[in-house]
């Protein structure tokens, strides 16, 4: 029964990661879109910056996801 807990425990630990680092990217996101407010050019520039960031994330996981 150890085993079965100690890897609980791991996914627990992964889980608190990945939200956490989530919160933390909506924080960052949210700070970046409001030093933006009111400045379209910046504005833009963070628009282009996020899809550059979503468009490399995005063929990340198609190269790393095996084929099913």
């Not at 791991?10 to 989530?22: F, R, V």
């Not at 050019?41 to 996981?61: E, V, Y």
């Amino acid at each position: 029964m150890s085993a079965e807990m100690d890897a609980l425990a791991t996914q627990a630990k992964a889980n608190e990661d990945a939200e956490a680092s989530a919160v933390n990217l909506l924080n960052s996101l949210s700070a970046q879109v409001a030093a933006t407010a009111g400045d379209k050019a910046a504005s833009l520039q963070l628009a282009a910056d996020l899809k550059s960031s979503a468009d490399a994330l995005g063929a990340a996981i198609v190269a790393n996801t095996p084929a099913a």
